[in-house]
């Protein structure tokens, strides 16, 4: 028994570095076999992408196929690419259909036929019939392997039913129970089954009831069950309720990491997945975010420009005029981020308020909060302009515009995000030059339109 | 045998609101009973406080003690407050251990004291042992409760054990094996114990290599471990490899979105964990943020005012000005993005690379990123702006600024946050306004210094 993995460490990943770069091929097959797949693919994903081809070319056949469903996304591709066919249907072979599909994604058309070709008939329905489901849908994402018994069925049936059947999952934590036309009815927690002492009792008595997992639905919403209903795993099914597999945890672990990921990344106005891509695909998914942000200056400055004439009279005003806009862009980012994390977690719901109730709930409260910040801000920094600048008319334009701004932000942060959403985008998207369009023109337009009116007269 | 949980429906939560409203107490409490523990906790999050305590005095003994534990943490402690200690008490001892620390973390001293003397000296050493721990660390997290045999047993061994033992956990997947001084020596997967026809095999054999958590870990740490892992369980160990308790996925799921949402929030440059504080408390939270914004533009403020008599001559700039900052700053945003994220994903691990090897690796590409999108972006205002004030030299100036800017956004975006994280704080904080006073310190300063030899010579 060994009571520990061999875990990849600092010192163990400049090792295998050392027996790939010296051709020490034994040396590092064997030490790869001791490796947990997870470690192995984090010392995959470290190499440079000469070092990866030379890394396959060694390991060839002795490599888990595990590791090819634990190597991140954007290096996979690139991987397969490189792997010789036969090694890959050996790999999918023996994988489970999850993991199976999961590589399968990321090949051609052309190359899934002709690995799917070389399966058997049976292992070939399942990953289709995953396939046919949307990306990112639970059916995409459950594993076809399941431990399933009729409802009829005793503890006594159970206990030999899992121990001669041959092609359960690897892991699993439920007995699933199903009617004669393969409705789901019932889940048994093997805890509870092992715990049984009597032999005779139908399982249905045993079934804890369970939430279950619909396989159209979205992975997100799947995050969404496993976390409210604590579950470790759970059964999917088709809309009429036959049961299809199951999704355990430790997937769903990726599911809501992922999620928060892309939430994370589109506030941040990012479109990427990792640092694997190259300079220049950086740049180009970079720039299109920019390029909103671009356009959004330009219509700021096209709004000073309106005012152009103020401005050459009173230089204080190009001095004191990004305040109110930053101030407002920095508060409605807030907003906007309490918005969406609220969304996201149910906190705000719409199928429970309905549309104007969730707008009510937080549109009232954020202006409410912009009205109290922006005063406090407003004569703060009035007092330190009326002194600056020698002009307590200023410090009163300066206060206007923003509280005006800062108000503005409260409503804009938490209405775009409901708008956003309810069109089905992802409200985080609202966060950054969409917002900031509104609080640059806004904050500008008062500020300077107060000053025209008040300075100018 | 039920199949369907009883699932709260805005149908259910408005019926149920109406039996709250109405005093029908049996209706309340009969509906009450059937729904899931996390809907019955739903439908009083949704309360007002008022309703809340109406709820509660309704209720009383009524309410499945798992439903405290599913509270949202900001609501739990009012509810707490109104509870009388005896229902408490009754509560806690029917909570496995982690749940009840969970409810117990959150009242006071003297509370906690008062309930744990009620409880028997078994369960309170164990509570106690678990307070012991940092909160968010894994000693806080696990629960106590484990099914656990010397690694000397048998099959048939853990068969009788788990028939007979009373206190097990409500749910488990794996049988711990200790040595005679507790040392944890593997864990077995009730699928694998129950698959296993030999029973007189000792349990060693069926001991797949698992990872642990120390008691210690940072529960990011304990995360990181699980979703790397894929694990559904994991065996909780002091520094000595003694077995103290366990955790298992369906908290982990918790902490990677809670761990998710304080980076969100960061990056939005928000404190506030949920939608419960009132609008004073919102108010201040937000205050304390944007009050770093504020001194951040009162900095840029003053940097344009040295440059006073160059914008008296030329109004252009005033208008063109804000072009710059903005993007140096949206570019920056989202370098930091991409830097946090791959920071908290591993992709960049300071262990593996070392503070510098993070360093060349990011950095550098961040700051060619930045010279390509900051000279695109350059030729396209350059061309625009010598025709709009039809003054070549101004759209020179612009030029230089633009590319400086988002290439120094490149070097500072990349490096602030492993700086900051170095300093053992969070590196989404370096996002908002730390990042954006150096991109507006220095847009305006190099814009408006261009424009101060070239312009006016």
């Known amino acids: 028994m060994e009571t520990e993995n061999i875990f990849l460490t600092p010192d163990l990943d400049k090792e295998l570095l050392h027996f790939l770069d010296l051709n020490q091929d034994k040396e590092l097959i064997a030490a790869i076999k001791d490796l947990h797949p997870a470690d192995t693919a984090k010392f995959i994903e470290r190499l440079s992408p000469k070092e990866r081809q030379h890394f396959f070319a060694t390991v060839k056949g002795n490599l888990d196929p595990e590791v090819l469903a634990e190597i991140h996304h954007d290096i996979l591709e690139s991987v397969l690419e490189n792997l010789p066919t036969p090694d890959l249907v050996r790999a ?15 090949l051609s058309e052309e190359q899934q036929q002709s690995i799917l070709k070389s399966i058997n008939p049976i292992d070939r329905k399942k990953i289709l019939e995953s396939l046919n489901f949307e990306p990112d849908t639970a059916g995409r994402i459950m594993q076809s392997e399941v431990a399933v018994m009729l409802d009829t069925a005793t503890v006594s049936d159970a206990h030999s039913y899992l121990k001669k059947t041959k092609h359960l999952p690897d892991i699993f934590f439920e007995l699933y129970l199903v009617d004669a036309e393969h409705s789901f009815k019932g889940a048994v927690r093997l805890c509870d089954l092992i715990q049984c002492k009597d032999t005779s009792l139908p399982l249905k008595y045993l079934a ?130 309490v918005t969406v994390r609220a969304l996201a977690t149910h906190q705000l719901d719409l199928d429970y308020d309905g549309f104007y109730g969730v707008l009510k709930k937080i549109v009232s409260k954020e202006v409410l909060v912009g009205l109290i910040n922006g005063t406090f801000f407003a004569l ?67 500020f300077l339109g107060l000053a025209k009116i008040f300075l100018v007269g």
Chains 1, 2 share one sequence.
Not at 92 to 106: F, H
Not at 233 to 252: R, Y
């Open 92 to 106: 999918i072979k023996r994988l489970d259909s999850d993991d199976a599909v999961a590589v399968l994604e990321d």
């Open 208 to 337: 804890r009831s369970r939430s279950v997992v619909i396989a159209t639905m979205d992975q997100e919403e799947v995050g969404y069950i496993f976390k409210k209903y604590a579950l470790v795993s759970a059964p999917v099914v088709n809309e009429e309720g036959h049961l299809l597999g199951m999704i355990t945890a430790d997937d769903v672990l990726h599911i809501i990491d992922e999620e928060a990921d892309k939430a994370f990344r589109y506030l941040g106005g990012v479109m990427e997945t990792s640092l694997e891509a190259g300079t220049l695909r950086t740049s180009y998914m970079r720039l299109r975010w920019l390029f909103v942000t671009f356009i959004n200056t330009l219509i700021a400055s096209s709004v000073i420009y309106q005012f152009e004439a103020v401005l050459a009279k009173y230089v204080a005003l190009a001095i004191l005029m990004p305040i109110v806009a930053a101030m407002g862009g920095n508060a409605g980012m807030q907003v906007v981020t």
């Open 380 to 446: 703060f920094l009035a007092t330190l302009a009326a002194f600056w600048f020698n002009d307590p008319r200023l410090g009163g334009i300066l206060a206007g515009a923003m509280i005006f701004n800062v108000v503005w932000a409260g409503f804009a942060g938490s209405f775009l995000p409901l708008i956003i959403n309810r069109l089905g985008f992802d409200p985080a998207i609202s966060a950054g030059p969409f917002l900031t369009t509104t609080t640059d023109v806004m904050g500008f337009t008062v």
